[in-house]
């Protein structure tokens, strides 16, 4: 095990929310790509867990457990550093690690915010109540967000698009595990 990582077992809430790019700087500092334009999940948790890049070297065996001591915003990324990362060598080490965070620890969202990971799964009805699919991905367009629904046609996968605006989504029922939205099947 990598110096200032401690082999632990990833908990049962655990998403991926980046990987370790490389190391910044000589004090142990390293660079961030976070997979959210709005990374919170990163600042809010004071303890990451690691799984070894998919693909180059292995520096260690994971799931391990990283301390982090700061993280902050820098440029177009994120930047941290961790307790028992001493120095430039050690965080070289960690390159192209996966991050996961414990959903459990993310800020809780504002009122009618969601975090994508919970969408994903949700079944999708219409107000007929005619179910129009699940939730397999969101894509952010730049002026707003589209819920991509995966569902059968004619016994083939098949996929819709819907804008997720109040124009169309009409209630998020996280606990039901279902989105009601104002939208037809032939659309």
Not at 27 to 50: I, M, N, R, T
Request: hydrophobic share 45%.
């Amino acid at each position: 095990m990598l110096p200032g990582l401690e082999a632990a077992e990833l908990p049962a809430d655990a998403i991926e929310v980046g990987r370790i790019a490389d190391a910044w700087g000589i004090k142990g500092w390293f660079k961030v790509l976070p997979y959210s334009a709005d990374p919170e999940a990163l600042f809010s948790s004071k303890c990451w867990y690691l799984l070894p890049a998919e693909k180059g070297a292995k520096t260690f065996a994971g799931p391990a457990k990283l301390a982090i001591r700061e993280a902050k915003e820098h440029s177009d990324s994120v930047v941290a550093c961790a307790q028992d990362v001493p120095d430039r060598n050690a965080a070289e080490m960690l390159r192209g690690a996966r991050i996961f965070v414990a959903r459990s620890s993310f800020p809780s969202p504002e009122q009618d915010e969601y975090y994508w990971v919970d969408l994903i799964g949700l079944a999708v009805v219409n107000r007929e109540d005619v179910a129009l699919g699940t939730v397999r991905e969101l894509l952010s367009t730049g002026p707003q967000t589209v819920l991509v629904i995966s569902y059968e046609q004619d016994g083939k996968p098949a996929e819709r698009m819907i804008p997720f605006v109040s124009a169309y989504v009409d209630e998020v029922d996280l606990a039901a595990r279902r989105i009601r939205v104002d939208w037809q099947p032939d659309y």
